[in-house]
């Protein structure tokens, strides 16, 4: 069966109004509580989390910070450890090296691309880099 316009201009207009009446109930979060330290804070000291309900995380950015110091400094030896056997397996230089070789002309057009999209930025860049080094600034 098909609906008629009326009926739809209604079922719209209604779902239009539940969804305005819930904007409107729904205040915005400006403090929230830390669950670490528990001080009400702003809501921009904590992370952004799209997993939370209110989009930030349970934690502050001072707190997780400082746990994240405190885990280093009990694992730094092995941490290092790590890093050096992950550096040395991976020689990156060769590898970005061996990449521009074997890539060199589609490395030179996109090089081009980037100029000709931005060419008045860079102009003006070494403009006012050139007058700064007049000024003796």
Known sequence: MIK???EFDTLF????????ERKNGIKPIRFKTCSKCKQKKSIFKFSLDKRNINGRTG???ACRSLEYLK???????RILIQVKEYQDEKDRSKYFKDYR????????????????????????RDFE?????KKGG
């Open 129 to 133: 880099r050139k007058a700064k080094a």
């Open 71 to 77: 885990y280093y400094y009990q694992n730094r030896e």
């Open 59 to 61: 934690i502050c950015k």
């Open 4 to 6: 008629k316009s009326f």
């Open 13 to 20: 207009s209604d779902i239009e109004q539940r969804l305005e």
């Open 101 to 124: 070789r074997d890539h060199k002309e589609q490395l030179r057009k996109q090089a081009g691309n980037w100029y000709k999209k931005n060419r008045k930025r860079i102009k003006k």
